[in-house]
């Protein structure tokens, strides 16, 4: 899988969007650009992924440059309970036995 | 929303012992893992298993550890001989046949003593 990198952490005020960007130079065309969250040691919570297109859903958007390697997740007005450790992770979708590999992720705290 | 349990949240256990961690995938799921997380450290893979098999395993996950999908619902992990370093907080995975999204279980904090 390739290696990403994400900013080991951040802040954001509570109602402001939050961009989390990540870069992964070195990913393969069959890989996605996946995120996940922790919650403070809870179970890794699956957030968005996206091949090439931008993707949105109810929890965030997802925005790929166009020669992949690096993207950005927006979460559009933090709360505090977004307050979480964001991990993006490259990963083939389909193959059998399909590992996610996390890294250190992002630390976000969101601010009242 | 359907969701992977796991049972017990909480496990202590002697050096030597053998432990069974028990998980529930989503029911129409088809790919089964499990991850651990060291208490300050990264998740870390342990093991994939699909149609039955073993389909991918990590270097953590030797023959201490074995997997076993006994009935059409249950997925455990057996540890047979508990070490002090296997204490961590251990999570269940499944997937639909899609395999693009991993759900977790909530965990067991497993206390090697």
């Known amino acids: 899988d390739a290696k990403t990198t994400q900013p080991t952490s951040m802040d954001c005020a509570e109602g402001r969007a939050a961009n989390l960007p990540c870069n992964h130079s070195t990913i393969s065309g069959n890989e996605y650009v996946y995120w996940y969250r922790q919650i403070h040691s809870q179970g890794p919570q699956y957030i968005i992924h996206g091949l090439k297109n931008n993707e949105t859903n109810e929890m965030a958007s997802l925005i790929i440059t166009e020669d992949r390697k690096s993207s950005t997740l927006i979460l559009p007005h933090a709360t505090l309970r977004d307050t979480a450790v964001y991990y993006c992770?490259?990963?083939?979708?389909?193959?059998?036995?399909?590992?996610?590999?996390f890294g250190g992720g992002t630390r976000v705290l969101v601010k009242p | 929303e359907p969701e992977v349990t796991q049972t017990p949240s909480h496990q202590v256990t002697q050096m030597g012992q053998e432990v069974i961690l028990h998980c529930v995938p989503i029911?129409?799921?088809?790919?089964f893992y499990w991850y651990r997380q060291i208490l300050g450290q990264k998740v870390e893979f342990l093991v994939s298993f699909y149609n039955n098999e073993i389909s991918e395993k990590s270097e953590i996950f030797d023959d201490q550890f074995s997997v076993e999908r006994p009935d059409g619902s249950n997925f455990t992990l057996k540890i047979r001989s508990t070490k002090l370093e296997d204490s961590a907080m251990y999570f269940c995975a499944s997937s639909d046949d899609s395999n693009e999204k991993l759900f977790f279980g909530s965990g067991t904090q497993l206390s090697v003593l």
């Open positions: 029911s129409n799921h088809l790919y």
């Open positions: 992770i490259v990963r083939v979708a389909w193959a059998a036995g399909n590992k996610l590999t």
